[in-house]
């Protein structure tokens, strides 16, 4: 960029310069002052062209030409899908429309939609890992926790049916990601058998960890919660900090009254028991008629509230209504 603003204040010279010789200079003399800066803003040109990568314009050449192929993609498939919900109405037996259905949702980014279409192609071809696999990234991208069951659900089948390794250690992030103590031990339990998956000794150390941190199990908030309106299905409770989408705890409650308490412990926050709760976090209260979720079966929220100063509230019973 330095070569270029040289380049240009030589130009602007060079233009001054011509436009006002002074009448006294001899034609030779300005002749001579005009080819000099000629000459030195050539030679600033070709420094400039040695250190300059002709490479990098070519390199984003390439990648805005892909990006526009992905926006025309896009735009294509968003025309199309109309036309296979169509076709779909016809032969609701086909597979592989489905599964396209789906793949299109998922590219746009609606995954909803696209869990719905993948939910009816593994009715159709439930042996089909591939698109089972596809269909449990998609549960993933949509949202753990709404979909925590079925993918809780499906990583088992597939891994009971492939005896994929990778699908093990999915399942281990997944239970982390979820707060599922319980699930976490069951999966590092089967990845310390499997034979082909290395690091044993880092597994089996963050299983004893974790069994550890189960029976030094103590309640960490304890809430008497009581609706005004009669719910039926299930609570989520979330605790989780502020700006944080990620939740660190989660308990699901079967509405059985309108007065229940809720005890948050050890095990709903799968950390360690000597490690420091946030002094500031959001609980959240969602309700569901079901613990399992399609699009159009979701969580709502009911409640929300700010827990300020922790330390001088976990040893008391907080009092929610909502």
Do not use: C
């Amino acid at each position: 960029m330095i070569y270029l603003f040289l380049l240009g204040l030589l130009v602007i010279y060079l233009i001054i310069l011509s436009k006002n010789r002074d009448a006294s200079d001899d034609s030779k003399s300005s002749r001579l002052k005009i080819t000099f800066v000629l000459v030195l803003s050539l030679f600033t040109l070709y420094i400039f062209s040695l250190s300059y990568d002709f490479t990098n314009t070519a390199k984003y050449k390439e990648i805005h030409t892909k990006n526009l192929s992905v926006r025309s993609n896009i735009r294509t498939i968003k025309e199309n899908i109309p036309k296979l919900e169509a076709r779909l109405l016809n032969s609701s037996n086909d597979f592989n429309g489905w599964l396209m259905l789906g793949k299109s949702y998922s590219i746009i980014k609606n995954y909803q939609k696209a869990s719905k279409a993948y939910q009816v192609a593994i009715n159709l071809s439930p042996d089909n890992m591939d698109a089972l696999r596809e269909y449990i990234l998609v549960l993933r991208s949509d949202s753990e926790i709404i979909n925590k069951d079925l993918i809780e659900k499906y990583l088992s089948v597939y891994f009971n049916k492939t005896d994929d390794p990778q699908a093990l250690l999915d399942l281990l992030s997944f239970s982390f990601n979820v707060n599922d103590n319980a699930l976490a031990q069951t999966t590092l339990t089967k990845i310390i058998k499997h034979p082909d998956i290395a690091n044993k000794k880092e597994y089996k150390k963050l299983l004893t960890d974790l069994v550890n941190n189960s029976n030094n199990n103590r309640t960490i908030l304890h809430l008497s919660v009581s609706s005004k309106k009669m719910y039926e299905g299930y609570f989520f409770m979330i605790l989780k900090e502020k700006n944080i989408n990620q939740p660190f705890a989660i308990k699901r409650v079967s509405v059985t009254s309108d007065n229940f308490e809720v005890k948050f412990t050890t095990d709903d926050f799968m950390i360690k028991s000597n490690v420091d709760i946030p002094d500031n976090f959001e609980f959240v209260i969602k309700h569901s008629q079901s613990d399992r979720f399609t699009s159009d079966s979701r969580p709502t929220e009911v409640f929300r509230m700010d827990i300020n100063n922790y330390k001088e509230t976990r040893d008391i019973k907080l009092q929610v209504t909502f």
